[in-house]
């Protein structure tokens, strides 16, 4: 009995390797995820008691079910926190959306929360949501399943307080024209702070984690000899420049999946939508199929309005339907590459690019919205993801399961 207090106590779940072929779920996961991820060991009947250690899964003591399909919004702390927040749960209560990627690490390097008095992260802390224990219960009570978006490798915050971990230039941190910062994805170091941010989303009740921004700065390719930094362990690789990003962000996203495992979530990655449309993208290190390898979800960001002229679209915003469709397939068929495929669960624009100019785009009401979400269902991909950076969302006239 005590060593059952004592379990409780560490918030852990104890799943014991059993003999005879016998599986064992961890409690609150949903029964169609476990079919698709249960690990199974077997232990042949001995005398002696099994070497193995059991294996210890955190039960935060929140129970979400995954939903038939992920129907999800991009939802800032500041929404989350404040009363934004009330407005976004009726939107998911009166329509067929369910989910919410809340940000826990937001685009600067902040945490949304000010983590509990003595923790390492206590000076990024910001008192956007005042509890996020009590948040996650409302989400709870409503059915709506929980992604925490964790921003890794842009990090003005970090840059600018450990330059060692950054890129430097004449003896300043690089940054780029819109003054953001990055941190580097060589450093095993920048790996265990954003690592040790997720799992502590994990402890707080989410199910998901999404890492955003797992790339090295747009246009790298251009400026990696001139920018100092450090190489670490892969210094010594035999690839060149290009395989050596590809291999740092690959391995980052490895490492993360495999240190999330204790902690019972689902991992997804955001990634260029015109990464799967080439066989690796050179300067930021991403390669659609080798990151797709170590993640649960690929979530690609296929605004229509951040592509210029691609597959023979001439203006892509203004032809949502098409944009998306095309590259639906595309997608598929990288996919279709791998032995076991991530669920493919895209971004799609639900907000107006105006910067584009005039005869360039459009306003993006009910039928732009729908029309994207239908191309991805003709092309047999269910689960998508809105963007609206305001949080401000098309709430009527638009079929969410078409």
Known sequence: MALKQFFASIGAVVILTLPFHTSVQAEGSDSSTAEQHQHRETVHPAKEFPSSMPRFVYDSGLTFEYPDAVRGIYV???????????????????????????????????????????????????????????????????????????????????????????????????????????????????????????????????????????????????????????????????????QRRVEAVTDFVEYASEQLKTYDVEVSVDIFGYSATLPEAPGIGQNFNKISEHVDVISSMIYPSHWTSYFGIDKPDLEPYKLVSEYAKVENAKLAELEEPPVSRPWLQDFTASYLGAGNYMVYGPAEVEAQIKALADNGIHEYLLWNAGNTYTTEGVDFTP
């Open 76 to 242: 800032t702390g500041h929404s989350a926190g404040g009363a934004r927040f009330d407005t976004l749960v009726d939107l998911m209560n009166s329509t067929d959306l369910n989910a919410m990627v809340i940000d826990i690490k937001d685009d600067f390097g902040y945490l949304t929360y000010v983590p509990e008095e003595g923790s390492k992260f206590e000076n990024i802390g910001q008192p956007y949501i005042s509890d996020p224990r009590a948040m996650l219960e409302v989400m709870e009570q409503n059915e709506i399943y929980p992604i925490a978006r964790v921003v890794v490798f842009k990090d003005t915050v970090l840059a600018e307080e450990r330059p060692d971990l950054s890129f430097v230039d004449n003896g300043q941190v690089w940054a780029n024209g819109r003054g953001e910062s990055f941190v580097n994805p060589f450093s095993k170091e920048v790996w265990d702070y954003n690592v040790e941010i997720a799992i502590e989303a994990a402890k707080m009740g989410f199910k998901e984690i999404q890492f955003d921004y797992v790339r090295f700065p747009e246009g790298f390719e251009t400026r990696d000899t001139t920018l100092q930094y450090d190489l670490g362990e892969y210094g010594g690789s035999e690839y060149d420049d290009t």
